[in-house]
């Protein structure tokens, strides 16, 4: 199922094995490859919300202005509770 790949990527930076930066990566890259294999996994409505809403989270870490930024610790919080709603 492909979308274990995303839960071992939301695992390992919830656990501490990837920085934030390192799990933006990971998780674009993963992203980036399934848009360019035009996987069925993307086209799931639930699963482009959940997608989505990681992106934003993304988002609110890189953004410069204070009141709309995530610090490292609401990321990943954000992360866990979205893997934790998703997965289970």
Known sequence: MKE???KIIFDNYVSGQ???EEFIDQF???????RDDNSSILYDEK???LIGR???SCDCFYQTIEQIRFSEKQLKDEV???SHI???
């Open 4 to 6: 274990n790949k995303y």
């Open 18 to 20: 990837y920085s934030s």
């Open 28 to 34: 674009s890259e993963e992203w980036r490859q399934d």
């Open 47 to 49: 699963f482009q919300r």
């Open 54 to 56: 990681v992106f934003t």
């Open 80 to 82: 866990r509770l979205l």
């Open 86 to 88: 998703w997965f289970g």
